[in-house]
């Protein structure tokens, strides 16, 4: 088995992974990622961003990115995320693992349908159809690694999807807790989508750097998000660590099925 690691703003190498540097050439351009083992797992690793945060959120290469897993044979896909937490009672430097997605217009940065049937005919064209967006085994990997870390972990969220690289106003924040949603980044609602699209099995873990516009009577200071964001590292580390062999011991299958006309 194959498992692809997927990691945002703060983790540009995954720890522990024993591998070599390439390059994908897919047909929407390179993807640079690192092939190698951990513990004795074939994994993939990617970082949206890129070495030294080169693409913020708007240009990160979202159909590359899921066209060069694909490519590479990735059979699941754990991905992690820094967020700001809409929930007021929420611990800032806690965990949660993501069970919904809020992501209404379904759109790149660039404006396009976020979507890989981009070609009338092609194959595998269709509907992705589900229950919810996140593989629940995946998820409980996630989670049983999270708490054997000895990490506070909250089971299930609604991820909020938001368009950057600005932060949100207080306004658009009040539209999405009313919508339900837990805590916002700018970067998983394509990957969600695209990985579903693709038949890969994903989850989804956040660490909470910050309160949401609006939601504490007191901002979040910079230099608390910044120094948050270094700390997530860790504890996405101690995580992946114990959730790659919980994967491979127990591959799953796709999340939920494509309807298609080949």
């Not at 217009?105 to 229950?131: I, K, M, Y």
């Not at 969600?192 to 007191?218: M, R």
């Not at 992946?240 to 799953?252: G, Q």
Request: hydrophobic share 40%.
């Amino acid at each position: 088995m194959r498992i692809g690691i997927v990691t945002g703003s703060g983790t540009y190498a995954l720890e522990g992974l024993d591998g070599e540097r390439r390059t994908v050439q897919t047909t929407d351009g390179p993807v640079p990622v690192t092939v190698g083992t951990v513990g004795g797992v074939e994994v993939v690793h990617l970082a949206r961003h890129r070495d030294g945060h080169e693409l913020v959120s708007h240009q990160v290469t979202h159909r590359a990115n899921v066209l060069a897993f694909r490519e590479l044979g990735v059979d699941a896909v754990l991905a992690v995320t820094v967020c700001g937490t809409c929930d007021p009672d929420a611990e800032l430097g806690s965990l949660l693992v993501f069970d919904d997605l809020h992501f209404l217009q379904n759109r790149l940065a660039d404006g396009s349908l976020c979507t890989l049937h981009t070609e009338p005919g092609a194959p595998g064209r269709g509907h992705w159809v589900f229950e919810e967006p996140f593989s629940a085994p995946l998820r409980g990997a996630l989670l049983t690694a999270a708490r054997d870390a000895g990490l506070e972990v909250r089971d299930g969220g609604c991820y909020g999807h938001v368009d950057g690289p600005r932060f949100n106003t207080r306004a658009e924040i009040r539209g999405l807790v009313a919508a339900g949603v837990t805590a916002v980044s700018q970067t998983a609602g394509p990957e969600t989508t695209l990985f579903g699209e693709a038949g890969i099995p994903y989850a989804l873990i956040g660490f909470q750097t910050d309160y949401a516009n609006g939601i504490s009577d007191v901002a979040t200071p910079v230099e608390t998000l910044m120094e948050l964001i270094g700390r997530s590292t860790g504890s996405f580390s101690a995580v992946l660590e114990r959730a790659i062999p919980l994967v491979a011991a127990d591959p799953p299958g796709p999340v939920g099925t494509s309807i298609t006309w080949d």
